[in-house]
């Protein structure tokens, strides 16, 4: 079974400045999808940003990009010019490419990101 | 618009009464997904649905019961001999093989 790592409960960052949430998970897969997460108060679960593994290009969506490590099974996401809108839960979460994925995502515990005005 | 519904957003539920929560999907996905949400725990998979009229165990659907007779719909019971079921629930859909869309989610309390 994939388990999905987040060992930072909680990250504080400055407005506009740079964060990165990390991530780490656990397969004997070769093909699978990564993804970031987004759940602000309103608890919506929104799409940040998606990998897919078989592709080395790391994945960038405006000031979201991701740091993808298919060997150290790291996918950590950084987010450039922090705004407040960006308090959120951030949940990675692994999906395998098995089976068409059918099974759906396994999500880590989270972290907590603080916005500091 | 198209999305997914969830119904109602607040229930509570007194011990040894069963619960249903509504989850309806207009996006024409193949699979649907119930996820329950703890402090701390993430989102752990209840049950999960590739087509009509059938549907597969997650990691925790020990007092859970499910129903996929329609596309659309997805309706998740929470029955009495779920222990600890007070809990943000969440209702998911996806074409094959991709992104999962949420819905806005449940939230049950026992009183």
């Known amino acids: 079974a994939q388990t999905v790592t987040q060992s930072q409960p909680e990250m504080s960052v400055q407005e506009a400045e740079t964060v990165t949430l990390s991530c780490t998970y656990d397969?004997?897969?070769?093909?699978?999808?990564l993804f970031w997460y987004k759940q602000p108060p309103s608890r919506q679960m929104i799409l940040v940003i998606r990998?897919?593994?078989?592709?080395?290009q790391n994945a960038t969506e405006n000031r979201f990009s991701v740091n993808f490590q298919k060997a150290a099974k790291s996918f950590s996401l950084k987010i450039s010019d922090s705004q407040l809108g960006d308090a959120a839960m951030y949940f990675c979460?692994?999906?395998?490419?098995?089976?068409?994925?059918?099974?759906?995502?396994?999500f880590g515990k989270g972290t907590h990101l603080i916005i500091q005005p | 618009d198209g999305g997914i519904t969830q119904s109602p957003k607040y229930l509570f539920r007194k011990e040894g009464q069963n619960v249903t929560l509504s989850c309806e999907q207009n996006l024409n996905h193949d699979a649907m997904y119930w996820y329950r949400q703890d402090p701390g725990q993430g989102l752990r998979l209840i049950y999960y649905s590739q087509i009509v009229n059938d549907f597969q165990k997650g990691d925790i659907a020990e007092g859970y019961s499910v129903s996929r007779e329609k596309k659309e719909s997805f309706p998740l019971t929470v029955t009495s001999a779920q222990k600890n079921p007070t809990a943000f629930y969440l209702c998911a859909s996806a074409p094959r093989a991709n992104v999962l869309t949420f819905g806005a989610g449940s939230r049950l309390t026992v009183l």
């Open positions: 990998q897919e593994a078989y592709k080395q």
């Open positions: 979460a692994y999906r395998s490419a098995i089976g068409g994925g059918a099974d759906g995502l396994t």
């Open positions: 397969t004997s897969e070769s093909d699978y999808y």
